[in-house]
């Protein structure tokens, strides 16, 4: 044989590449084929060792040639360099809330109404489970998925779009027979429950704080900003609505399901379609008799009219249609002894005593504390160490004692009292309506963490590179004790955190010197003094000038302001009479953080907008948000964030929302944008 002969036998790298080709085609095929039936349909038909294996093959072809990796491959779930912030996205359509009925004679008279209002006898309707989880919006272009989104409010919600394609039961690309162009769905990302309590343990043995529940380790997961960790979360979703698609819609909600399974989306497998209300009542009974062997935790029944032209005739009101509805289950309840009633301090201050019980399974979960809300909630139900006690899951969430079981001859102990001083740091507390807390807010190390994050906040001081992993490796290294210790952190100190280097050292140290000089609204407003939000900071400026004269004023002084009552009042003083919080604002003052001081009025003649309130709602050409709101504030308006009776003026701009239907509901002023103008300019006329 001639020695040349055997390198003719090597075929050339074109067409070694072309049979790679082909082959990582194959793979990236099958790979989501067996997703498919794992997260779908819930049938895997090879182990996860072979799995594992085509996956280990389709990595090494990627690597070997970079530039067939598409974003469609399963291999790009595994995340993408941290963000800044989570980015906010209209909604195609509106994300409505469901209407939540508790009882069956609720339930009769939802299909009253809707046969009524449609003036049919015989209604169809498709019942399936409540999920409780995190509630998206998803949408496919030529049935590649493109963008997703949190409800967020309805009508703008935040953009989650990799931290979703890190989620395996989530098709990147869909089935395309049939599928249409453009696909918007709504869906409910969530945790299996063995997924959650095995991420719980994980979390507790490296010493990290465990999820309350499935519900807030899926919305606190997909919510991440460094969307690696979202990956290493085991999140699934399932799909139950089409809110919009090119083409014409399946005529029936249930046709809509088989469509969207046979696209490979994964959608409610316990399902069902009712001829007779009484056949939902009958599927409610049996699925919550099912609920504690589901593999994951739902709390009710979505109940809805089948048909769509029915759907989209009975229309929908501001926040829920009126065609479908929440049948929801009542919360779980166990019975169980109070061994201990101990003080939570959480990051507000907020005293909050819990029971610590004799563990007890609720609903598959293991309770050993619940909230007893406030003193006065003891005290209405009379819970003592010892007492026999009734424990529910209140919404499924929140561990809470429903009632006290009282027992024959039982010697009780002395009621419940509330402490005198903060368990924690010893300062005093002061009650705010039902509720007492800590007054020494910057002092506190309970409450230290949050307090800096509020102190460093774009509202406040506004210190860039200040955020919550920073701020937790300050206070747990014991680098930062009060408020004042930020301006005393150098940059040896900094470079022992991690993620810090020499460039992103000086930064943060740049900004916190920065701070230094800041306005006596801002200044307040990072103090966290409760009660005391940005529209508050701003008035005491303008009324007193210098943070001097705030700190010396009595609670008489702060009433004879317009938009300040006793509870306000109650709490700046308490604030300032706390001596720890004076000797922190005293280190700051010292290491030269400089409160630039305001002209107090001469008078109290008010302000040509005091006493009105403004919504604002859509966007503005001339003016942003926040500058609208600056210009009605500094003329004496409050602003708010909602619509009521109260409301004196909603200035509504472009793609306006619900709450300029809100407003015309109530019959309120409506401005548009020159209106706004006009109003603007003749009030500043002299």
């Keep these: 044989m001639r020695q040349d002969s055997l390198f003719n036998d090597v075929p050339p790298p074109s067409q070694i590449r072309q049979v790679d080709e082909h082959r990582l085609t194959q793979l990236k095929s099958q790979i989501r084929h067996h997703d498919y039936l794992y997260y779908v349909k819930d049938c ?5 060792g072979e799995y594992d294996r085509l996956f280990r093959e389709l990595l090494d072809l990627e690597q070997k040639y970079p530039d067939l990796v598409t974003s469609d491959s399963p291999s790009q779930r595994v995340g993408a360099p941290p963000l800044d912030e989570l980015g906010k996205v209209p909604h195609e359509r509106p994300m409505l809330s469901l209407d939540s009925l508790m009882e069956p004679e609720e339930v009769l008279a939802f299909d009253q109404r809707i046969k009524r209002e449609l003036d049919i006898d015989h209604i169809t309707y498709t019942v399936e489970p409540k999920f409780d989880g995190l509630s998206v919006e998803l949408v496919y272009d030529r049935g590649t998925f493109v963008r997703g989104a949190t409800r967020g409010d309805g009508m703008i919600g935040e953009d989650v779009t990799i931290n979703l394609r890190t989620i395996r039961a989530l098709p990147l690309q869909l089935q395309t027979d049939g599928c249409p162009d453009h696909l918007v769905m709504r869906g409910e990302v969530y945790m299996r429950l063995s997924d959650f309590h095995a991420l719980n343990r994980r979390m507790t043995e490296r010493g990290d704080d465990a999820f309350a529940n499935p519900r807030n380790a899926a919305a606190g997961s997909l919510r991440q900003l460094d969307s690696h960790i979202t990956a290493s979360r085991p999140l699934v979703v399932t799909c139950y609505e089409v809110m919009a698609m090119t083409g014409p819609l399946p005529t029936t909600h249930w046709d809509e399901l088989e469509r969207l399974a046979e696209w490979g989306i994964p959608v409610p497998m316990l399902r069902q379609q009712c001829e007779t209300i009484d056949q939902v009542l009958a599927f409610h009974r049996e699925t919550q008799e ?14 809805k009219v089948n ?6 005739r009975l229309g929908m009101k501001s926040r829920s249609p009126r065609w479908a509805m929440a049948f929801k289950f009542p919360p779980r ?3 169980t002894e109070v061994q201990d009633i101990a003080i939570s301090v ?5 005293l909050t005593p819990l029971a610590l019980l004799r563990p007890v399974e609720v609903g598959g979960v293991t309770i050993s504390r619940a909230t007893l809300h406030n003193a006065d909630e003891v005290a209405r139900k009379d819970i003592r160490v010892g007492d026999t006690v009734r424990i529910e899951r209140a ?3 929140i561990p809470a004692i429903a009632e006290r079981i009282p027992i024959a001859d039982q010697i009780r102990n002395e009621p419940f009292q509330m402490p005198r001083s903060c368990p924690v740091c010893g300062s005093a507390v002061a009650r705010e309506g039902a509720y007492v807390y800590c007054t020494g807010q910057a002092a506190c190390p309970a409450q230290l963490k949050g307090a800096i994050e509020h102190f460093a906040s774009k509202t406040a001081l506004n210190i860039d590179g200040l955020g919550k992993k920073t701020v937790a490796q300050l206070v747990d290294q014991g680098l930062v004790k009060d408020l004042s210790d930020l301006f005393r952190l150098n940059q040896e100190q900094l470079l022992k955190l991690e993620g810090f280097a ?38 005491l400026a303008r009324e007193f000038g210098s943070l001097d004269a705030i700190m010396a004023a009595d609670c008489d002084r702060f009433q004879t302001i317009r938009e300040i009552g006793p509870e306000i009042s109650e709490s700046v003083v308490s604030y300032f009479q706390e001596q720890s919080n004076r000797r922190v604002i005293d280190h700051l003052q010292q290491l030269g953080v400089s409160i630039m001081e305001r002209t107090a009025p ?3 003649s008010p302000l040509p907008f005091s006493g009105k309130s403004f919504v604002f709602t859509g966007g503005l050409v001339s003016f942003s948000r926040d500058e609208a709101k600056a210009l009605v504030e500094r003329l004496g308006a409050m602003v708010s964030s909602s619509v009521s009776k109260k409301t004196t003026y909603v200035v509504a701009g472009t793609e306006a929302g619900s709450k300029l239907e809100q407003a015309r509901k109530l019959k309120l002023q409506i401005l548009d944008e020159e209106g706004f103008k006009d109003l603007i300019n003749t009030t500043e006329k002299p």
Excluded: C
């Design 290 to 303: 099912q609920r504690d062997h589901l593999p994951y935790e739902i709390d009710g029944v979505v109940v």
């Design 502 to 539: 020499e460039r992103s050292s000086m930064l943060l140290l740049e900004a916190i010197a920065r701070s230094k000089a800041v306005s006596l609204e801002r200044f307040l407003m990072g103090l966290g003094i409760r009660q005391v939000g940005q529209h508050i900071a701003k008035v």
């Design 44 to 48: 895997p038909e090879i182990s996860d």
């Design 602 to 604: 001469q008078n109290h």
């Design 395 to 397: 919404g499924d969430v």
């Design 307 to 312: 048909r769509v032209d029915w759907q989209t």
């Design 333 to 335: 309840k166990e019975v």
């Design 346 to 350: 959480g990051r507000t201050g907020t």
